[in-house]
């Protein structure tokens, strides 16, 4: 019987253990996505600083679209379904105020979506932190407790 328990213990360490370097393997993918997002915002400070409204509506518009694309959805918690939904809200009112041609609203709305995405990737960042050390804290209590 304890030898099914050790077993069973392995096993799902193993699962998880793997889940994870997919995780790491992923983050590729979505390094290239985000780098894209970083071009967009560039080409928008680029159109704000010579009031470009064109350059900074398409570019904010952009930011937006790739917003709904599955790359972008790294997490699956209703916090980071938030932070997305307020990005994209951001992201449409920046092209709202390039449209109108409002460089002062146009500016504080790239302000308020660069402090978005930063704030976004600390949450991530802090959830995969997280995810790992509990995973390390249980494999190393399930090894501890097996008399491993």
Request: hydrophobic fraction near 40%; glycine fraction near 4%; aromatic fraction near 6%.
């Amino acid at each position: 019987m304890k030898k099914i328990a050790v077993a069973t213990v392995v096993v799902f360490a193993v699962m998880a253990y793997s889940a994870l370097q997919g995780q790491s393997q992923e983050p590729n993918k979505v390094s290239v996505f985000m780098r894209l997002k970083l071009r967009h915002s560039q080409k928008v400070l680029e159109g704000l600083v010579t009031e470009d409204y064109s350059m900074i509506a398409k570019n904010a518009q952009e930011i937006s679209l790739l917003s709904l694309a599955s790359t972008w959805q790294v997490l699956e918690t209703d916090e980071y379904a938030k932070l997305s939904g307020e990005f994209r809200r951001t992201a449409d009112a920046l092209t709202k105020a390039a449209k109108e041609k409002n460089l002062d609203e146009a500016t504080l709305k790239y302000v308020d979506l660069t402090m978005k995405c930063v704030n976004c990737h600390k949450y991530v960042r802090g959830v995969r932190l997280t995810d790992a050390s509990t995973l390390d804290t249980f494999v190393t209590n399930s090894m501890t407790n097996t008399g491993r």
